[in-house]
């Protein structure tokens, strides 16, 4: 397939696969102690699965400042070194939290924390700019989003950041950032379980990238059947907005009796399972490019490769809605 993909209205060229580093940030916590991370993960395998995604042609990594409580931008950072400028780097900013004992302690909207945000941000990724900076406060008022957009608009003319994007799954938020002259993306979740067909149209609309977090629907797309033993991934106490796992952290029934159903045309090709939902993405819309997460140079091999293997058929699209009754 064609292995690039334009950021939205940007004229950055990326790789049509991004690496979301969430779980390379490892363990962090809400104030309550609910886990907020993946689980325990080792710093020098994140750094060479990192590598190992660059040289399989990956030049799109998305973090956020909270991610481990500033941890992932960290890794991230050490893991790209001398070769930060072969890649794309998103980040986003508007939580709070202790670095020290790694908890979230809050949100902060104001234009003075978001400027403060990223400073830091830059620090630890150890570079003097980002490409894409992405509001983190997905149901932020959208008045007080159009003064954050409008800030980033100073970035960009600081030179600070190339573009920006508001991570939220409601098409009306997304909107006001997409009136920006320099907006080039929405990030927002998609996977085939899970569609977004308001948020897509006004990606077609607005011209932005489409950037799809959960496109891996938490590992149940990649295969994973049973809850995280982990006491330190997010799975093993859920919440509320965390679809497909039920109480006690295992797999909703009905989910996999879904991916169960769809398995032989996700499989297709030679296929992994992983490799069928991100090829599901690829085919939903030009402008989709899914961002799965990684804590293994494994898990890293396996992702890139779904690349190799290109978007499903329309009419395997077609055959998904069907088995799924959409």
């Given at each position: 397939m064609e292995i690039t993909r334009t950021l939205g209205r940007s004229g950055i060229d990326i790789s049509a696969l991004g690496f979301g580093c969430w779980a390379i940030g490892g363990e962090w916590q809400a104030a309550d102690g609910q886990p907020l991370g993946w689980g325990k993960v080792d710093d020098e395998e994140s750094v060479r699965a990192v590598r190992r995604a660059l040289d399989l042609?990956?030049?799109?990594?998305?973090?956020?400042?909270?991610?481990?409580a500033g941890h992932s931008e960290r890794v991230l950072g050490r893991a790209l070194g001398k070769r930060r400028d072969d890649v794309v780097l998103a980040t986003k900013w508007g939580n709070v939290f202790d670095e020290d004992t790694r908890t979230l302690t809050g949100s902060d909207h104001t234009p003075e924390y978001a400027r403060r945000a990223?400073?830091?941000?830059?620090?630890?990724?150890?570079?003097?700019?980002?490409?894409?900076?992405?509001?983190?406060?997905?149901?932020?008022?959208?008045?007080?989003?159009?003064?954050?957009?409008?800030?980033?608009?100073?970035?960009?003319?600081?030179g600070l950041i190339r573009a920006y994007a508001w991570s939220t799954d409601d098409p009306a938020r997304a909107a006001v950032f997409a009136e920006g002259e320099h907006c080039a993306a929405?990030?927002?979740?998609?996977?085939?379980?899970?569609?977004?067909?308001?948020?897509?149209?006004?990606?077609?609309?607005?011209?932005?990238?489409?950037?799809?977090?959960?496109?891996?629907?938490?590992?149940?797309?990649?295969?994973?059947?049973?809850?995280?033993?982990?006491a330190g991934d997010i799975r093993s106490r859920p919440p509320a907005w965390l679809q497909g796992f039920g109480d006690?952290?295992?797999?909703?029934?009905?989910?996999?009796?879904?991916?169960?159903?769809?398995?032989?045309?996700?499989?297709?090709?030679?296929?992994?399972?992983?490799?069928?939902?991100?090829?599901?993405?690829?085919?939903?819309?030009?402008?989709?490019?899914?961002?799965?997460?990684?804590?293994?140079?494994?898990?890293?091999?396996?992702?890139?490769?779904?690349?190799?293997?290109?978007?499903l058929t329309a009419d395997q699209l077609t055959e998904i809605n069907r088995l799924l009754a959409r």
């Amino acid at each position: 397939m064609e292995i690039t993909r334009t950021l939205g209205r940007s004229g950055i060229d990326i790789s049509a696969l991004g690496f979301g580093c969430w779980a390379i940030g490892g363990e962090w916590q809400a104030a309550d102690g609910q886990p907020l991370g993946w689980g325990k993960v080792d710093d020098e395998e994140s750094v060479r699965a990192v590598r190992r995604a660059l040289d399989l042609g990956i030049t799109f990594f998305d973090t956020a400042d909270t991610y481990g409580a500033g941890h992932s931008e960290r890794v991230l950072g050490r893991a790209l070194g001398k070769r930060r400028d072969d890649v794309v780097l998103a980040t986003k900013w508007g939580n709070v939290f202790d670095e020290d004992t790694r908890t979230l302690t809050g949100s902060d909207h104001t234009p003075e924390y978001a400027r403060r945000a990223l400073t830091a941000s830059l620090e630890r990724l150890d570079t003097d700019h980002i490409d894409l900076y992405q509001l983190h406060l997905s149901d932020l008022d959208p008045a007080l989003a159009a003064e954050l957009r409008d800030l980033c608009e100073e970035f960009v003319s600081e030179g600070l950041i190339r573009a920006y994007a508001w991570s939220t799954d409601d098409p009306a938020r997304a909107a006001v950032f997409a009136e920006g002259e320099h907006c080039a993306a929405v990030q927002h979740a998609l996977n085939v379980m899970q569609d977004a067909p308001e948020i897509l149209a006004l990606c077609e609309e607005s011209g932005l990238a489409s950037i799809n977090r959960s496109p891996l629907a938490m590992g149940l797309l990649a295969g994973k059947r049973q809850g995280p033993k982990d006491a330190g991934d997010i799975r093993s106490r859920p919440p509320a907005w965390l679809q497909g796992f039920g109480d006690g952290a295992s797999a909703d029934p009905e989910w996999l009796a879904r991916i169960d159903a769809l398995k032989e045309i996700l499989t297709s090709e030679g296929r992994t399972l992983a490799q069928g939902a991100l090829g599901w993405i690829w085919a939903r819309s030009p402008r989709t490019v899914p961002i799965p997460g990684f804590r293994s140079v494994a898990q890293a091999e396996q992702n890139a490769g779904a690349m190799e293997k290109g978007p499903l058929t329309a009419d395997q699209l077609t055959e998904i809605n069907r088995l799924l009754a959409r």
